[in-house]
């Protein structure tokens, strides 16, 4: 049952079957590139997460100076900095994307 099931999943994922079948999970990505700022320090940084996290911003720029030295911030040090719970664990998540790649904080849309 279980080689059936591969062997039926092996031949929709083929290389030869993507050209035809049309939707066999070939993904389609856009061209339209969406705005990102340029620079990203600690206030755009928390700024593009949001959530009331730009009540922290002076406290941070003062104690740990840039946005790299943010991003290998541990939980020990936000929490002696008085951060509460959940805007560690917001911080912590953000820059772990941010790291890798999977987040950018936007830019304003500019008003014409």
């Avoid at 990102?36 to 730009?54: A, D, M, Q, S, T």
């Avoid at 541990?74 to 719970?85: D, E, F, N």
Wanted: aromatic share 8%.
């Amino acid at each position: 049952m279980a080689l059936k099931q591969i062997l039926a999943w092996s031949r929709i994922l083929s290389p030869s079957s993507a050209y035809s079948y049309p939707a066999s999970g070939v993904m389609k990505f856009s061209s339209k590139s969406s705005l990102y700022i340029v620079k990203v320090g600690i206030p755009e940084f928390l700024n593009g997460i949001g959530r009331g996290l730009e009540n922290h911003v002076e406290k941070l720029e003062s104690e740990i100076g840039d946005l790299q030295r943010l991003l290998v911030t541990r939980t020990l040090k936000l929490k002696r900095l008085g951060i509460p719970c959940k805007d560690r664990k917001l911080i912590l998540k953000y820059a772990h994307k941010y790291r890798f790649g999977l987040w950018r904080p936007r830019a304003e849309p500019v008003e014409s």
